[in-house]
């Protein structure tokens, strides 16, 4: 299997691709490479949610998250041309996503920056839910409200302090809900150093979750009932 079947079908498992009409995506990329400014905003509402969505999981900081998903659609209009049509135009989109997240994220240990911004907010409520809580059936009540709010942003600043590897396996696995063979195609890896380099991370971020918890003075299962 070649690099863009590899690349697409991890796209596919993290949910990338935009349905669209037959024929479609063929006449949209024409548009694209005749530099139609309308098939560029097109692709930008087609895809910016989900563009950042992905450049949040990975890098952990919503300004950052911002301005690298612009740099993701620059750098789209800029290369549009060397898109030879090999696989789909959203799983090239994804591959140009990934590849800036990786940069972005050695960028930014080398400068020790790594993750260690707290976020002011999560953005997407939806971008932790498999790693947080599940929604509730239920009004939940202000104070619930606050806790959740304070939860995600632990569960996301410890998330951002693991290194890039760490951090990677388990946004594929955890977050994105690739299976082991797709993450071993995006990263190259054996099953086994998959398997057993996810069970590490899991175990490093639920540490530092816990001290994080401890120091915002968080209750555990044990602490007082509301």
């Known amino acids: 299997m070649g690099v863009a079947a ?42 910016q949610a989900k563009v950042f969505r992905l450049v949040f999981r990975m890098i952990g900081d919503r300004g950052e998250a911002e301005d690298l998903s612009q740099e993701v659609f620059v750098t789209v209009f800029k290369s549009i041309d060397g898109f030879r049509g090999d696989s789909k135009l959203s799983t090239w989109l994804y591959r140009v996503a990934t590849n800036h997240c990786k940069n972005r994220i050695k960028y930014l240990s080398r400068r020790a920056r790594g993750g260690k911004r707290e976020l002011d907010e999560i953005a997407d409520r939806d971008a932790l839910d498999s ?9 939940p009540r202000p104070d619930e409200l606050a806790l959740a709010r304070q939860t995600e942003t632990i569960i996301q600043r410890a998330l951002g302090e693991l290194d890039e590897d760490q951090r990677e396996l388990v946004v594929l696995r955890d977050i994105e809900n690739m299976t082991y063979e797709d993450i071993q195609r995006v990263t190259g890896l054996p099953e086994g150093t998959v398997k057993s380099r996810l069970h590490r991370s899991r175990l490093a971020l639920q540490k530092r979750i816990l001290e994080l918890q401890s120091e915002s003075g968080q209750k555990g299962e044990e602490g007082e009932e509301p």
């Open 131 to 139: 790693v947080s809580m599940s929604t509730s059936a239920y009004m």
């Open 6 to 47: 590899e690349i697409e079908r991890a796209a596919l498992a993290a949910g990338f691709h935009v349905p669209m009409p037959e024929g479609h995506e063929a006449k949209l990329l024409e548009r694209l490479k005749r530099r139609d400014e309308a098939a560029f905003n097109e692709l930008v509402q087609l895809y």
